[in-house]
């Protein structure tokens, strides 16, 4: 690694989330964090949110922090009122209300199905400090898809149809892995949660993803993507959907996102993905 990716190191942090922990979960954190270190050659520090005392992992820059209150996230943002309990899987928007992020530069966020295969310098270096969220696009969902999870019935697409972030891809935006500024960071988050609220109180069916692809397509909130041949969906040749993103190669994939599938599923493939670099089991 170069001076200045080592620098990169102690200058950004990496977050994750592991909430309604079991074992098979614990194992994915595990190789994850394995993964950042031995592929990424990330040595700085990584923050893990976990509804468990004792995180799954033992890494001496583990950053460990226990979210108690796993029957709901307490909003401490003052402007949403009157006090709101939002359910745990939207606690992305919500992490730096836990942790202090602001001793960093640049904070990269992966679920934690998701394995690093090369180098995570590039990615920091790719990302604007000022008010631009990075994130990467799903692989094989398009943005008009009911089942997909992107937006929320009667949003109105037409109107955003020449927004950059349409654009850039057939595929609607995957929260499962982003980066951002700090100094930016309730910027980009408070809206987010914002939305989340909205759209929970007017009764629709939503995840944390749907918010974040309304916010990107209105340009409440500033997007830029990843390159598409960042991150690479090892499950999309098994399953009925092909891969719609317009990838110029398939030779520098950073991130393999397990994605979707049962957390028993993807622990299995991402033990053997780790052994192989596949998941066919065969060198």
Same mark, same amino acid.
């Given at each position: 690694?170069?001076?200045?990716?080592?620098?990169?190191?102690?200058?950004?942090?990496?977050?994750?989330?592991?909430?309604? +922990?079991?074992?098979?979960?614990?194992?994915?954190? !595990? =190789? /994850?964090?394995?993964?950042?270190?031995?592929?990424? &050659?990330?040595?700085?520090?990584?923050?893990?949110?976990?509804? +468990?005392?004792?995180?799954?992992?033992?890494?001496? !820059? =583990? /950053?460990?922090?226990?979210?108690?209150?796993?029957? &709901?996230?307490?909003?401490y943002d003052t402007e949403i009122t009157p006090p709101y309990r939002f359910p745990p899987t939207f606690f992305k928007p919500f992490m730096g209300l836990y942790h202090d992020f602001s001793r960093?530069?640049?904070?990269?966020?992966?679920?934690?199905?998701v394995l690093v295969g090369a180098p995570l310098g590039p990615v920091f270096d790719f990302m604007e400090t000022k008010e631009t969220l990075h994130f990467s696009y799903a692989a094989r969902r398009c943005w008009e898809d009911a089942g997909a999870n992107f937006l929320s019935p009667g949003f109105d697409l037409d109107k955003h149809r020449d927004s950059d972030v349409f654009r850039s891809s057939n595929t609607g935006v995957c929260a499962g892995i982003f980066g951002l500024g700090v100094t930016s960071m309730e910027k980009i988050f408070?809206?987010?949660?914002?939305?989340?609220?909205?759209?929970?109180?007017?009764?629709?069916?939503?995840?944390?993803?749907?918010?974040?692809?309304?916010?990107?397509?209105?340009?409440?909130?500033?997007?830029?993507?990843?390159?598409?041949?960042?991150?690479?969906?090892?499950?999309?040749?098994m399953t009925p959907y092909r891969e719609m993103r317009p990838l110029k190669s398939e030779d520098g994939f950073i991130f393999h996102h397990f994605n979707p599938g049962a957390a028993r599923t993807k622990l299995n493939y991402m033990k053997i993905f780790t052994?192989?670099?596949?998941?066919?089991g065969k060198g």
């Open positions: 690694m170069t001076r200045k990716h080592l620098e990169s190191s102690e200058n950004n942090v990496i977050a994750l989330i592991c909430l309604a +922990t079991d074992r098979h979960k614990q194992g994915m954190i !595990r =190789l /994850v964090v394995k993964s950042i270190r031995e592929k990424g &050659g990330f040595s700085g520090d990584i923050v893990l949110f976990s509804d +468990t005392p004792d995180p799954p992992v033992r890494d001496p !820059r =583990l /950053v460990p922090v226990h979210v108690t209150r796993f029957d &709901g996230i307490p909003c960093y530069r640049r904070l990269l966020y992966m679920d934690f199905d408070k809206p987010w949660r914002r939305r989340i609220r909205k759209l929970v109180e007017e009764g629709l069916p939503i995840g944390d993803q749907i918010p974040l692809n309304e916010l990107l397509l209105m340009g409440t909130v500033k997007g830029k993507g990843f390159p598409h041949e960042w991150v690479d969906y090892p499950f999309t040749p052994a192989f670099g596949n998941i066919t």
